[in-house]
């Protein structure tokens, strides 16, 4: 049997242990604060841990952004029996931005290393690739070794070659990527389609969901309502994300000035930050409403619902997603989710039902829909 059909066919009821090399990203202590880059980071903290916990064996290369200057790093304890890290074995770089034939020599040079130890130490059933970015470098490596791979698409790669955003040699290597791995798994059905487009094959799709026993209907923590100023019985609406420009998020504060000329005592919560925090705070100022918002920044993901249950409404403006932890993370603690029509919000929301839908990029329409739902 070959090795993917020996890897790939192991079935529930056999609970045969996997050797599994996993390249993902996973939480770290930046300058001791536990630091999370986005739903992936999150979605694997999750993952590799459990599969651990069930008796396969985990091997995690994990990758982080390029430290800024004076960050001190350290590793996130993972006590966990079966799950090993090599942390920060390399830089990750987003699959927004095309990388330089530098980047991909020195990324291919480090996991060229990691693959080698690995072929002799822990011979994987399995490579789980959780970055699709990386596919023109793994593939070879996995192939060169005999190893089964299975990739995790989360939407920003496939995107990117549906938009066009690679230059063309990178894109066929991706492409060809794709096409050569054993077996996809796509958090979501538009993601699955956009690869059959591209020739891929293989693919399941396994939309994200999140854990039910944290993420619950419950009442307003109050001590934390007192903490970010926000007064007992004020409206409060809520936006999740890592601040980057493709989450819209001075979309967010435009339609707020005009929620707040309705609706003066509404608060709104920001968990998170990034690179477009700064200039969302100057439109917050430029506005005159600075009063009204407050930016809690990264959070620990074990509080995620403690904030989410201040809401009255999520709003979650992006212009793409993959398939938002955000909108099920909402779901599940029963606030009102609001969000851009883009193919991963219509399969969280049934409008009017589960959430609602406003055009992407509509401030009119997205503090018209804010007010419909703080009224309602």
Known sequence: MAVADRALSVTP???????????????????EVPTFHGGGTVFFHTLLPALARRGHHVSVIADAPEPHPGERRAPLPLRVPNLDVAWFAYEHRSSQRPA???????????????????????????????????????????????????????????????????????????????????????????????????????????????????????????????????????????????????????????????????????????????????????????????ASFRFAGEIAQRDVPRYLRLADVVVQPSEREGFSLVYREAQAVGRALLASDIPAAREAIVPGKTGLLFPTGDVRALAAKTLRLLRD
């Not at 996997?18 to 202590?29: D, K």
């Not at 000035?257 to 690179?275: E, I, K, M, N, S």
């Open 13 to 31: 009821a056999r609970r045969a242990p996997l050797r599994i090399l996993a390249l993902a990203p996973l939480p770290y202590l930046s300058d």
């Open 100 to 290: 330089s034939r530098g980047y991909q020599r020195r990324v291919v040079e480090r996991l060229r290393a990691h693959f080698e130890r690995a072929a002799r130490t822990l011979r994987p059933d399995v490579v789980l690739i959780g970055r699709d970015i990386l596919l023109p470098y793994v593939l070879p490596l996995c192939r060169r070794h005999g190893f089964a791979t299975l990739v995790i698409a989360h939407g920003p790669t496939v995107a990117g070659l549906r938009d066009g955003r690679y230059a063309p040699a990178f894109a066929r290597r991706l492409v060809d990527g794709f096409r050569k791995a054993d077996a996809i798994v796509a958090v979501a059905a538009h993601i699955a389609g956009d690869l059959e487009r591209l020739g891929a094959t293989g693919i399941t799709t396994i939309r994200n969901v999140v854990d039910t026993r944290r993420f619950r209907p419950g009442r307003r923590d109050r001590r934390l309502q007192r903490a970010l100023g926000i007064a007992a019985d004020a409206p409060v609406v809520a936006h999740v994300s890592v601040l980057r420009p493709w989450k819209r998020p001075l979309d967010l504060v435009d339609s707020a000035a005009r929620v707040l000329r309705a609706a003066p005592r509404c608060v709104y919560l920001v968990v998170g930050t990034g690179p477009s925090r700064a200039e969302m705070e100057a439109r917050v100022r430029s506005h005159g409403i600075a």
